[in-house]
């Protein structure tokens, strides 16, 4: 089974992600076949199509063959045996995905691909009643929004066949996107683990008073995140140890240990209502002031232009 | 003291550090008194400016004027008189630094703001000895490489004067920089800490065999660290609860929560030979075929666009 010979993609749910799925699907050439049962689900996915059409980086579709290939279908089984592979993007509900699976794997045909963008729960829990062939079924998870970042987390269950894997991998590349495979499932998967471990030390800088909102959120975005952009911690700590990783680890490896001791003493206490309290009242000084729309449309444009800089490198 | 009026830096070491700042300050049009006691420091600075000039963001001085304002000087003292401002960049050893501090402190007219490149050494624990105007001492941590990288912090220990975390403040702002104030002195500052938090998952990650060191890294650099690079952990907390950090907090925190649960109990053991050996061959997989020199380069090309990109929104 070859990416290439993928032309036909159902997407089940068109909320926030599955939208701009179908949006990625559509700039790149591709059938989409799309289901959602929410009332007015399909003039908001039209609405979200026209919106956000221009900012896909390298789409293949022109303007008008872009919508031409999208088909909305109240219910999906008929078409089950056109498809070449289902993106599924329902809601995070572990009986609702349970029922779902086992019904698409009892209805689409065997070689079809079935990844699903969870985020949150791991494929080996709701492919428990696929009785079929679950081998064929993964997490596809996005970094929002698909249709901008390269990112897709492949995360297989402990029976997924490896065939898959790879095939979901090149079926990504083949759109530009960047996939990476999570070996084994573990919670919050790889991106939302990085991106909490910095939330935990952000907030407890905060809470504790060592620095504003405002100006953590400027460390980020004006030191740490423009390096990250470019190089992972790994990469980032081989060229501080002059292209050597074990080099770095034997020379600043004390004071990395020293610092994340002082943040164990100091962590943030999620669990406490005082301690979340005082931190939104402390971010509020300053998120409340900002204009959030504005800064939304701002990131768009950023991320798209950071993104097409970045393939030409 | 306005920012206005410094025209004349001292900048005592030329290390990476030091020649970074060095470049800075002459791409800015100020007069630079520079001193280091390494053999040959004095011409390998020379080659560092000639090689990196073209990169500075907003030059102001001409490729003529550059280096006509450059001073290298064996002994600094004659010329303290001189100095609207001084950036230190010598040895993080604390006897040594005691000492400078001290000498400079003694020699150097009060108004001077003394500031220290030191990332690792609290300024309260080097100006013990300063018997003048301690007041004027402060941190002025830069991330590397200083010339590219807008991120300075500032990091006044406690009897450090107000005026002079303004007056620092304002001085990098007027180079282009974007300073944050580190308002209680705290190990690792904050970019270092939060790079801590990021390292020590990043390692368990690989060391368990969760992830590739390649695709982890590719985690950061095709997801999380594009968003970073626009909003910081705050912002993108916020826009994720709809512009609302507390929504964010009440529907993502327990989430959140499950996961740095999960990342307490696989935490990555820093203290041990073994869990090291095994990071080390890991990513060694990846890293010892790359091109380090060219990886390098792409680097300063792409940070060079990103940052002229950035002030443009």
Redesign the interface.
């Known amino acids: 089974m070859a990416s290439t010979s993928i032309k036909t993609v159902g997407v089940i749910g068109t909320g926030i992600i599955g939208a701009s799925w179908t949006a990625l699907f559509l700039a790149k050439g591709l059938r989409v076949i799309v289901t959602d049962p929410a009332p007015g689900a399909e003039s908001k996915l039209h609405e979200y199509l026209k919106k956000n059409y221009l900012a896909i980086p390298n789409k293949i579709a022109t303007p008008e063959k872009y919508l031409k290939n999208l088909t909305f279908v109240k219910d999906i089984d008929p078409y089950l045996g056109e498809l070449d592979l289902i993106q599924e993007n329902g809601p995070e509900r572990l009986d609702f995905k349970r029922r779902l699976f086992a019904h698409l794997d009892a209805h689409t045909p065997e070689h079809v691909l079935i990844a699903s963008s969870s985020s949150?729960l791991p494929s080996s829990e709701f492919v428990t009643d696929c009785e079929r062939k679950a081998s064929r079924i993964l997490i596809g998870h996005p970094?929002n929004p698909p249709h901008l970042?390269?990112?897709v987390?492949v995360v297989p269950h402990p029976k997924t066949g490896d065939a898959y894997v790879t095939a979901a991998c090149e079926f990504y590349r083949s759109l530009g996107k960047?996939p990476?495979?999570?070996?084994?499932e573990?919670?919050?998967f790889?991106?939302?683990?990085?991106?909490?471990?910095?939330?935990?030390?952000?907030y407890s800088?905060?809470f504790?008073?060592?620095?504003?909102?405002?100006?953590?959120?400027?460390?980020?975005?004006?030191?740490?995140?423009?390096?990250?952009?470019?190089?992972?911690?790994?990469?980032?700590?081989?060229?501080g140890g002059g292209?050597?990783?074990?080099h770095f680890?034997d020379h600043l490896?004390p004071?990395?240990?020293?610092?994340?001791d002082?943040?164990q003493k100091h962590q943030f206490d999620?669990?406490s209502m005082t301690e979340?309290e005082t931190?939104?009242g402390k971010?509020?000084e300053?998120?409340s002031h900002?204009d959030?729309e504005k800064?939304?449309k701002?990131?768009d444009?950023?991320?798209t232009?950071?993104?097409s800089?970045?393939s030409e490198?």
Not at 180 to 184: E, G, I, L
Not at 224 to 239: D, H, I, Q
Not at 243 to 246: I, N, P, Q, S, Y
């Open positions: 949150g970094f970042i390269p990112l987390e960047d990476v495979v999570v070996k084994k573990t919670p919050g790889i991106a939302n683990r990085l991106q909490a471990a910095v939330c935990a030390e952000a800088l905060i504790r008073g060592i620095i504003s909102a405002e100006d953590l959120d400027k460390t980020m975005t004006s030191g740490l995140g423009l390096r990250w952009a470019f190089s992972g911690p790994v990469m980032t700590n081989s060229l292209g050597d990783f074990g680890m490896g004071a990395l240990k020293s610092w994340l002082d943040m999620m669990g979340k931190l939104k971010v509020d300053w998120v900002v959030i800064t939304e701002d990131r444009t950023f991320l232009g950071l993104i800089a970045r490198i």
